[in-house]
């Protein structure tokens, strides 16, 4: 089942600089699932998602809950 965006942005909070791989496990999602939903929480202007190596790391937007 995919989470609702108040469920990934509360999991992106607790688990600080998280990244996609660590939001697949938890959801039980495809990496590709988790892209596209991080897609619409950019768009949306929610969260930051930043390259790291070969990672994507995923955080909060400032201010935002």
């Known amino acids: 089942m995919i989470p609702s965006k108040e469920?990934?942005?509360k999991f992106i909070q607790k688990n600080d600089l998280t990244n996609y791989s660590n939001i697949a496990k938890h959801?039980?999602?495809k990496n590709s699932t988790?892209?596209?939903?991080?897609d619409d929480l950019k768009s949306r202007n929610l969260v930051e998602v930043k390259k790291l190596g070969g990672s994507k790391i995923v955080m909060?937007?400032?201010g935002k809950k």
């Open 60 to 62: 909060v937007k400032r």
């Open 34 to 38: 988790v892209a596209d939903l991080m």
């Open 7 to 9: 469920q990934l942005v």
């Open 27 to 29: 959801f039980k999602l």
